[in-house]
């Protein structure tokens, strides 16, 4: 499948099971896996779409889904090992999709020895797609997305999270936090196309965030650990991963790694949509 192929693949899963329950799921349409992690009919449906087309077409490639990773936790370690594999995300912000956001993503990516080498993100409610491969660029739909020339004040650039607790502290000379998009397939691109300058996310999962790495990366961007070290979507991370434009996560971990801790925070719910 070529890159075309692929995104109209997620077009047509978005097509078939998530636009035509957004705005309208019923109440037996929308599940919690747990406290305040929603999953929805349209998640699964779309997952299922996707991933028997891919399967079809990659036989030999492991197809991490988010949602099929629930009931099968043998598949992200069979995906840590794969020389060839994809990711997918169905649903990526699906509080956002619940809530009638017109921020949520359906998103794939593609690795090779746990590399990725081709990203796709498609955003139906915006009618947006970005995609990336490796060494050819990003795109936001047909145009190919620039390297940001960034302001070399530190206080000047705009940092986004979801995490409550990091808004409310200080972590001078940068200016504090502001709310995120709630949606990994909106923050990225938003950060691409120079919304924000960085992100702060606590929890990392390959179908999260292997996307919008790639696409970060074709425009000069970055993405790494708390340790410092650069993010792999093949490589278990437990907490914590800092993503923006240019060598920006590097400059601004020193002044974030004291909070970057996760104590006091375990149960600490992200933001939610005031809509």
């Known amino acids: 499948m070529d890159n075309h192929d692929v995104l109209d693949l997620m077009k047509h899963a978005a097509d078939t099971a998530i636009l ?17 992690d ?58 956002n999709f619940v809530n009638g956001s017109q921020d949520f993503a359906v998103m794939v990516a593609e690795l090779r020895q746990g590399d990725p080498v081709r990203s796709w993100i498609w955003q139906p409610g915006h009618g947006v797609a970005f995609t990336a491969e490796k060494g050819a660029g990003a795109y936001r739909n047909s145009t190919r997305l620039k390297t940001r020339e960034i302001d070399e004040d530190v206080s000047a650039w705009r940092g986004v999270t979801s995490r409550k607790s990091l808004k409310k502290e200080k972590h001078e000379p940068l200016s504090r936090l502001h709310s995120a998009w709630w949606c990994c397939g909106v923050d990225y691109p938003n950060v691409a196309m120079g919304r924000a300058d960085f992100l702060v996310y606590k929890h990392v999962m390959p179908w999260d965030h292997a996307p919008g790495s790639l696409i ?40 974030l790694s ?17 809509l």
């Open 20 to 36: 035509p329950r957004w705005r309208s799921l019923a109440d037996n349409e929308v599940q919690e896996k747990k406290p305040g």
């Open 38 to 95: 929603l999953v929805t009919v349209a998640d699964t449906e779309a997952e299922a779409i996707i991933t028997a087309e891919l399967r079809s077409a990659f036989p030999e490639a492991v197809v991490l889904g988010e949602e099929a990773s629930a009931t099968d936790p043998d598949l992200i370690e069979r995906f840590y090992r794969a020389e060839h594999s994809f990711t997918v995300d169905p649903v990526d912000g699906t509080a």
């Open 216 to 255: 970060l990366a074709e425009v000069g961007g970055q993405a790494i650990r708390k340790d410092g070290k650069d993010y792999s979507p093949a490589e278990p991370v437990r907490k914590w991963l800092i993503a923006g434009s240019s060598d920006i996560p590097r400059k601004v971990l020193p002044y």
């Open 258 to 274: 004291n909070s970057l801790t996760g104590k006091g925070t375990n149960n600490e719910p992200e933001d939610l949509l005031s």
